[in-house]
C-alpha cells in the first residue's frame, strides 16, 4: 500500500523558485508513472508535471521551461523543481500517479506566490 506526502510548499516572491518533494511510503518502483497535480482556489485540479519510470517528462504548457520534475527510486521521491514563479503558480500541490488513484491524494503541499 504506498502512501504519499507531499513537502516544501511555501511564501515565495515573484521570480523566487521552491523545491517540492514527494516521498512515497511505499516502494513506487512498480508505479510507472508519477505526476505532480495543483489546485488553485476556485479552479479544478491539473496536471502539472509528469515523469514515466524510464525518465521522460511531460509538463503543461503553462509551467514549461520554468519547473522540472524528477525522480529518486532509491529514495521512493519524487521532486519538482520549480523556478520563475509567478502569482499564477499559487495553488495546493500534489503528486499522484496517472492516471490519479484516490487513496493516494495526501494532503499537498501549499505554493504562494506573492510580493
Known amino acids: 500500500q504506498v502512501q504519499l506526502a507531499e513537502s516544501g510548499g511555501g511564501l515565495v516572491q515573484p521570480g523566487g523558485s521552491l523545491r517540492l518533494s514527494c516521498a512515497a511510503s511505499?516502494?513506487?518502483?512498480?508505479?510507472?508513472?508519477m505526476a505532480w497535480y495543483r489546485q488553485a482556489p476556485g479552479k479544478q485540479r491539473e496536471l502539472v508535471a509528469v515523469i514515466r519510470s524510464g525518465g521522460s517528462t511531460s509538463y503543461a504548457d503553462s509551467v514549461k521551461g520554468r519547473f522540472t520534475i524528477s525522480r529518486d527510486n532509491a529514495k521512493n521521491t519524487v521532486y519538482l523543481q520549480m523556478n520563475s514563479l509567478t502569482p499564477e503558480d499559487t495553488a495546493v500541490y500534489y503528486c499522484n500517479t496517472v492516471p490519479p488513484v484516490q487513496r493516494y491524494w495526501g494532503q499537498g503541499t501549499q505554493v504562494t506566490v506573492s510580493s
Open positions: 511505499g516502494s513506487i518502483f512498480s508505479i510507472s508513472i
